[in-house]
């Protein structure tokens, strides 16, 4: 496990890290999310904080108050001036057809890296995570708060049944559920029993005590 650094941040497994290209953070849940990711990207990415534009975007109802984050770089190599995380959709400038984004200068060796960004919430934690090359979905689940709310009807793929014997295996199940929808950009639009975890490229990160964190990759 990595060393944390700080009580208000968490790095990513040190196991995960070298072979996904994420990195993972902890944040006070009263932290600026857009603050948190555009900081965040800022230090993967190699440039500086006022540099990175951050929002959201929702690929049901196009609206931008909401929805999946993108991290925009100012100024990227290529010349493109929007970076979204995996299947963000959108309108405005030019991105990549895959719906991920072109990180900008210092990212990784590639003159090209792709950015992926995800966030989530739960108790008192935010968490943002950033991914050079692909795509990233994560989720953090307080264990008990998923045990207290556990259906296993509205969750559990019909291969699933004899996975979620004990708590901590039920809020790993949400948990990357979540992280699955958050990476293919549906959300719960997908009822999670459609979603087979096994199908997926899904990791498990530390995480604080009581907590689990579920890390959804694309395929680079």
Same mark, same amino acid.
């Given at each position: 496990?990595?060393? !944390? +650094?700080?009580?208000? %941040?968490?790095? %990513? !497994? %040190? ?6 290209? /994420? ?11 857009? +603050? ?20 959201? $975007? ?9 929805? !999946? ?7 990227? /190599?290529?010349? #493109? ?11 405005? &400038? ?6 991920? &984004? =072109? ?6 060796? #590639?003159? $090209? ?6 966030? #989530? ?7 943002? /995570? ?11 689940? @307080?264990? /008990? ?11 559990? $793929?019909? &291969? ?7 708590? @901590?295996? +039920? ?6 559920? @979540? ?9 719960? !639009? =997908? ?8 199908? $997926?490229?899904?990791? @498990? ?14 395929? #680079?």
């Amino acid at each position: 496990m990595a060393s !944390r +650094r700080h009580p208000a %941040e968490l790095e %990513e !497994r %040190e196991d995960l890290a070298p072979r996904s290209g /994420a990195d993972l953070r902890l944040h006070p849940v009263t932290a600026d999310a857009d +603050r948190a990711l555009a900081h965040h990207v800022a230090d993967v990415v190699g440039v500086q904080p006022d540099e990175i534009r951050v929002g959201r $975007h929702c690929p049901a109802c196009g609206a931008v108050s909401h929805g !999946r984050p993108w991290a925009r770089v100012e100024g990227t /190599a290529d010349g #493109s001036t929007e970076a979204r995380g995996r299947a963000d959709g959108g309108t405005g &400038a030019p991105c990549r057809t895959d719906g991920r &984004a =072109t990180a900008g200068r210092g990212a990784a060796t #590639s003159p $090209h890296p792709v950015l992926g960004v995800s966030l #989530s919430r739960s108790g008192p934690h935010l968490l943002t /995570a950033v991914r050079v090359g692909g795509g990233i979905g994560v989720d953090l689940e @307080e264990i /008990a708060a998923v045990d207290r709310g556990w259906n296993p009807a509205l969750v559990l $793929h019909p &291969a699933e049944a004899v996975q979620n014997r004990t708590a @901590e295996d +039920r809020a790993r199940l949400w948990a990357g559920k @979540e992280a699955v929808l958050k990476l293919l950009g549906t959300g719960l !639009r =997908t009822p999670m029993p459609e979603v087979r975890l096994a199908e $997926h490229d899904l990791r @498990e990160a530390e995480a604080p005590d009581g907590f689990v964190i579920l890390v959804a990759l694309s395929q #680079s």
